[in-house]
């Protein structure tokens, strides 16, 4: 090998303004998955995992820690899992006051994914 550590970790970090919020977004790689926090500020509230499982077209999905009835982290990571093909974690630390913000905040994720798939 040439001194490349395979599956090293690796961080990754971009901000975005949206509705009038700054919205950043971590991404942590992991070996043969990522976690990606979502927030404006730093706060980890919620967990939520999921993974392809080979039974079922749709990914696996458990809410780790955080409000049962916050349905946000374990739908993202649930889609982030069925578009990858990764393990996913996600943290969603955003309030859930406008019903457009979800929609926007994971299409500017769709969108990272695609510019710096590398990353994830």
Known sequence: MNGAVPDALSVHNFSEKILEQVVH?????LSGGFLLW?????LLSNLAVSMSCRHDSMPLSTLVMGDPSNT???ALAQRLAKKTKKQVFVSYSLPM???NLSLLVE???KKELE???EHF
């Open 25 to 29: 977004f971590h991404v942590l790689k």
């Open 38 to 42: 979502v927030g404006s500020a730093p």
């Open 72 to 74: 946000a982290p374990n």
């Open 97 to 99: 006051t406008d019903p």
């Open 107 to 109: 299409n500017r994720i």
């Open 115 to 117: 510019l710096h798939p």
